[in-house]
């Protein structure tokens, strides 16, 4: 029979753990209706740049731009999300074992890596695969500037011709219980054929071509912001859930826990009990 | 009183609807322009500068940075990558990035790359102060 000193000692462990990963659920919380507001606020901005663009590339010549050119992709870089922290889940774990399998089919040694956040660059670190670039320590204080410092970090590796392909893995926000992993084009710009109609012949200035230019830098850059927040958002949802887990499992320990003292006390006393009886019995005797 | 249009400004962190305006100017690439009800559709690549807007005798400034307008007969909106409504620029982070911009670029040696980016931080800061320090 455990020790009833050992047993309330554990009691008390846990119930500060509790304490812990309720704190945490309630703060997850907190941050991740923060990310879904910034994903709302995103979205008309995005939704408009995406529907002119799209409105206005099948019917442009894609040698224009070198963000546009299809060039033979030879060399090609991964830009992969991940969290700074854990206590998630398996949030990290799933993205960055499917990155690894997409890393190595494309050839571990044709690939560079661009790690955002913490987590991806030590995995990946460790493990031997060239990190051009890693971005950590931002998440609290994520900025759309943040965005844009990456996105012209990819674009002006892009264009030094240091890849010739790029692709985002990163964990798209589904709903609370739910995170997906995707693999999103980046370079050179490819877009889907869901193209918005735009019925009217619009009036471009300063032409249709630095119209066009000035809005790529801005899709790729709103895009950038797009994945940041997606993660943030899967992120926060993971650890939500999984701290919710994590204070009901501590919930449960603490009640078997319970019981089991219980069990400890009461045969305690009964031997004592037994014990004063006997002792009487033998005195009368 | 004139015929208004519908005004948008949109930014990757927030929406200012403006609400029915009597006229906007904006910081077009060639140069600023303006726009009143009924202009022709039209798309325009918009650089750092300054949004005018002008609502009866009601005028609001705007410091933005690179966009661009889309011009329908349905209204007006603007998607710029950032935009202050005039009261809400930060003076002391504008001053700060302007005088981090002037240090990067009195530095000689460094790379082309760095130069261009300081060249726009510096360019961003200016626009801000000048927005905010107009009557």
């Known amino acids: ?35 879904q507001l910034n994903m709302e606020q995103a979205r008309p901005y995005a939704g408009r740049i995406h529907g002119v663009l799209n409105h206005l590339l099948p019917d442009i010549d894609r040698t224009m731009h070198d963000l546009l050119t299809m060039r033979p992709a030879q060399k090609k870089a991964f830009i992969i999300l991940t969290s700074d922290r854990g206590l998630c889940g398996s949030f990290n774990t799933n993205i960055l074992r499917q990155a690894e399998h997409i890393v190595k089919a494309a050839g571990k040694e044709n690939s560079k890596l661009i790690c955002i956040g913490r987590k991806g660059y030590e995995y990946f670190s460790k493990r031997g695969y060239e990190v051009v670039e890693h971005y950590a320590d931002f998440w609290n204080e994520l900025d759309f500037s943040h965005a844009t410092t990456m996105a012209r970090a990819v674009t002006s590796r892009y264009l030094a011709g240091e890849f010739d392909d790029v692709k985002v893995i990163f964990n798209e ?63 926060q949802a993971a650890r939500m859930t999984s701290m ?29 009990i037994l014990e004063v009886v006997s002792g009487a019995e033998a005195l009368v005797e | 009183m004139a015929a208004q249009f519908h005004l948008e400004i949109i930014t990757p962190t927030k929406v200012y609807d403006e609400g029915d305006v009597d006229y906007v100017r904006a910081p077009g690439v060639d140069g600023a322009f303006g726009v009143l009800a009924g202009h022709t559709e039209s798309i325009m690549a918009l650089t750092i500068g300054e949004i005018k807007v002008v609502k009866g005798s009601v005028e609001k400034l705007y410091a933005s940075t690179k966009g661009f307008a889309e011009i329908t007969d349905k209204g007006v909106q603007l998607l710029v990558e950032s935009a202050e409504p005039k009261g809400d620029i930060d003076l002391h982070r504008a001053q700060e990035a302007y005088d981090r911009a002037k240090e990067h670029l009195s530095r000689k040696q460094e790379e082309m790359e760095d130069q261009v980016r300081a060249l726009r931080a510096l360019e961003r ?4 102060l000048k927005v905010a320090e107009k009557k």
């Open chain 1, 1 to 35: 029979m455990a020790n009833l000193k050992d047993i309330r000692k554990r009691i008390g462990t846990i119930e500060s753990i509790k304490q812990v990963t309720r704190a945490m659920k309630l703060v997850a919380a907190a941050k991740l209706r923060r990310a």
């Open chain 1, 173 to 235: 926000f589904k709903n609370v219980a739910q995170q997906e992993i995707i693999e999103y084009h980046y370079l050179p710009l490819v877009l889907e054929d869901d193209a918005e109609e735009i019925s009217t012949d619009y009036l471009f200035e300063p032409s249709k071509d630095e119209v066009i230019k000035s809005l790529i830098p801005r899709h790729l850059n709103i895009q950038m912001w797009r994945f940041l927040l997606e993660s943030n958002a899967s992120e």
């Open chain 1, 244 to 272: 919710e887990a994590a204070t009901n499992n501590a919930g449960d320990l603490i009640d078997s826990l319970r019981l089991e003292y219980n069990k400890a006390r009461q045969a305690a006393i009964t031997t004592e």
């Open chain 2, 125 to 128: 800061s200016m626009n801000r």
